[in-house]
Structures are given as structure tokens and as C-alpha cells.
């Protein structure tokens, strides 16, 4: 998502600080992407149900891991939840 791209110039640029993620491999692609935007100092929230994978149990392991440590990468929570609080 960041390397040798102009996304961060982009958010930067724009004063976002916050950043919502979903997509597909929840364990992968999304997984990294979510850590490369907490290492730069972004606020990262993930939605549960608008993430995906081959396989349940890695998805489970995924979201168990960016929750660690209090949300050590970022938080998750469902896109009702989201839509509810952002309505």
C-alpha cells in the first residue's frame, strides 16, 4: 500500500490521520497493509465482515493478532457497528 507509491504523500496532503481497511486476504494483504499504516503512525480500524479468506481459521488468527496487546495495530469491530457510529 505505501511502498513506492504516493499514498502517503496523498493522506498526508489531506490531514488524514485515521484510516478504515477491508478487502481480501484478511491474513495477507489486509494484515500488512494495516501494519504498514500503524508503523507510520495512522489510526487503522478493520471491518470485520467486509474482509475475507481462503481459509476461516487464518481470517480468525488475523483479527485476534491486530487486536493483541490492545489493539497493537488497530481495531476491528463489525460494519453495522461502523455504519452505526459514523450515521
Known sequence: MFYATRVEELLAARGIEQLVFAGVTTEVCVQTSMREANDRGY???????????????????????????????GWTTSLAKFAGAVA
Open 43 to 73: 489510526e487503522c480500524l478493520l471491518i470485520e465482515d467486509a474482509t475475507a479468506s481462503y481459509f476461516p481459521a487464518f481470517k480468525q488468527a488475523a483479527l485476534a493478532m491486530i487486536r493483541a496487546q490492545g489493539a497493537i495495530v
